[in-house]
């Protein structure tokens, strides 16, 4: 299913410049080849970044050439070159010992606890689909020969082994449901017939719904906006060539209504123009691709955020073909250059409250602390303007071994420290299915306000009480904080404030955080609390360093009843 005009569109010139530009330089270098060494970094030290740099740029590949193939129609003098690069291209990724991630292989020092090549991870169910699609693109010009090698792989080491058993993956309530399913249930329908093809598209559907039931009625995707193009990205790629291709196939009432309620996640929790809520691993700046935006406004109807042209060809640091080709088939200018509006809403199967006006923006989520892709940041709030954070969340840290194993919670940026939250007693909130419990909740006007009751997400028995509530007045622009505990036995409070910027402590009660889009004054009871700050320097997901600063604000005396207020004014 692809627009029509989309090969010389002035909507896809700047992604199309982006490929041309990538495959003639990299026509003239040699493919990228895996070696030992990477895997070794990740064996001993668990760290991910050495081994998937060279995966990821041989997908990079696989998307710039099959794609530079497409839309130039042999209209190139050097077109036979590139047409033997991307063959040989193929072959080397056919015949890799693995296609998924060597974080998702079952191993231990000594070797692969299972057959590598029979595994299926994202990556692995991904490599299908790209090369399913590719093939079916491109079978003028790929050789008979690797034509049958492609169908045999996709066979052997994706097929087989999921009709064979059941995968933990199928019934996950998260992404990986969505994005395997969805890219096997792609490769089925462009290759196989009859009632093999049942048998996978069968076995997808039940798959799949695991996935939508993950959401409740408010359509928030409790991982995040990155998850969310990642997962219900995928499910929507699959819904869409299921309806191309099966003329039998058709969404129910309800399945329909629900995807509709998530396509309006985005322009729920957008920042800015590039930026989205940070909370659980996200970052702060991110860039959805606009094909799927395109499809989905086309779709559902419903409201897109903001965004002025066509995703760039490096927004997605695995170069996912699914993404980058729809963004050059489905991008439609029409979803270009909208403006973000007033809004205030409560998503409440989440528990977040969400607040854009005139640039600013305020969001609070509450649930518990066992969520996917979890931080323990219950009650955590940010505070934006265009876009900058002025309170942060450090959202995605730089994934590695320990970062999703047993050391998760030593990590900056998934620890309760390091989010805008109290400190009980010196203790921090723990990963808990415990839910934080919403006492009330205003929308109204200018105002949006929480109360959340947060006791149960710490460790302390003699904790009776810790009730937050938080008042955004946009229309005086303020913030007003309380943060009231009681306990059996007298207890220190020190509050966390999280930026970017480095702050200024004026000698009047009043931090100020000056950023390049506004100013943020956070006023409290000097003579009350103490004043510390905390200078870091975060990895991000991406393994850039990034300044960060620790506002602490601490009891002078222990209490068995506190209730601490803060002011935050900005302008």
């Not at 036979?80 to 292989?105: D, K, M, P």
């Not at 299921?242 to 322009?267: M, Q």
Request: glycine share 8%; proline share 3%; net charge negative.
């Amino acid at each position: 299913m692809r627009r029509q005009g989309w090969e010389s569109s002035e909507d896809t010139l700047s992604l199309r410049k982006q490929i041309d530009e990538y495959v003639k330089q990299a026509a003239g270098g040699s493919i990228p080849q895996p070696l030992f060494s990477g895997y070794q970094r990740y064996i001993e030290q668990g760290s991910r970044a050495e081994s998937e740099a060279v995966y990821f740029e041989r997908r990079k590949q696989l998307a710039a050439f099959g794609l530079y193939l497409q839309y130039h129609q042999k209209t190139e003098d050097n077109y036979g070159e590139i047409r033997n690069y991307f063959q040989e291209l193929i072959w080397s990724v056919t015949n890799e010992f693995s296609w998924c991630l060597a974080a998702h292989l079952p191993q231990d020092k000594n070797g692969f606890l299972e057959s590598p090549g029979f595994q299926i991870d994202l990556f692995a169910a991904e490599t299908a689909d790209t090369l399913a699609e590719l093939l079916s693109i491109h079978s003028d010009i790929i050789h008979p020969f690797i034509q049958g090698h492609i169908r045999r792989q996709i066979s052997e080491r994706i097929f087989e082994p999921f009709l064979e058993k059941s995968w933990w993956w199928e019934t996950a309530q998260s992404n990986w449901c969505a994005v395997c399913c969805g890219s096997i249930g792609m490769a089925a329908l462009l290759l196989e017939e009859g009632q093999r093809r049942e048998q996978l598209l069968n076995k997808v559907d039940r798959g799949l719904v695991h996935y939508l039931n993950s959401f409740g009625e408010d359509g928030a995707c409790e991982e995040g906006i990155g998850y969310w193009v990642y997962g219900y990205g995928y499910y929507t790629y699959y819904i869409a060539m299921r309806k191309e291709l099966d003329a039998k196939f058709h969404l129910n009432e309800e399945d329909f209504g629900k995807l509709k309620k998530l396509a309006e996640f985005p322009s729920l929790v957008q920042m800015s123009e590039g930026s989205f809520v940070p909370f659980s691993d996200v970052p702060d700046r991110t860039l959805l691709p606009t094909g799927l935006l395109s499809y989905l406004q086309q779709e559902y109807a419903v409201e897109m955020p903001a965004c002025i042209q066509i995703t760039p060809f490096d927004f997605d640091h695995c170069f996912r073909f699914a993404h980058i080709s729809r963004d050059l088939w489905w991008t439609d200018s029409r979803i270009f250059h909208r403006e973000l509006g007033k809004k205030a809403v409560y998503l409440e199967n989440r528990q977040w409250l969400l607040q854009r006006q005139d640039g600013c923006f305020f969001a609070i989520k509450g649930g518990n602390n066992q969520e996917q892709h979890n931080h323990n940041d219950t009650g955590s709030f940010v505070f934006a303007m265009d876009g900058e954070l002025l309170l942060a969340d450090l959202g995605a840290g730089r994934y590695t071994a320990d970062y999703f194993g047993e050391k998760r919670y030593e990590h900056v940026h998934t620890r309760s420290r390091y989010h805008n939250l109290p400190l009980i007693q010196g203790l921090e909130q723990v990963p808990t299915a415990e839910e934080c419990l919403v006492e009330q909740v205003t929308v109204k006007g200018d105002l949006a306000g929480i109360t959340l009751e947060l006791a149960r997400l710490y460790p302390i028995p003699e904790l009776k009480s810790l009730k937050r509530t938080v008042i955004s007045d946009m229309a005086k622009g303020c913030i007003h904080l309380k943060d009231t505990v009681s306990a059996a036995e007298a207890a220190t409070m020190e509050e966390s404030f999280i930026s970017y910027i480095r702050p200024t402590l004026l000698e009047d009660g009043r931090i100020v955080i000056s950023g390049e889009k506004g100013q943020l004054v956070l006023s409290y009871g000097e003579n009350l609390l103490e004043y510390s700050l905390e200078e870091l320097s975060v990895e991000n997901h991406y393994g850039e360093l990034r300044e960060a600063y620790r506002i602490g604000l601490k009891t002078r005396e222990r209490k068995e009843n506190t209730a601490l207020e803060f002011l935050l004014t900005y302008k």
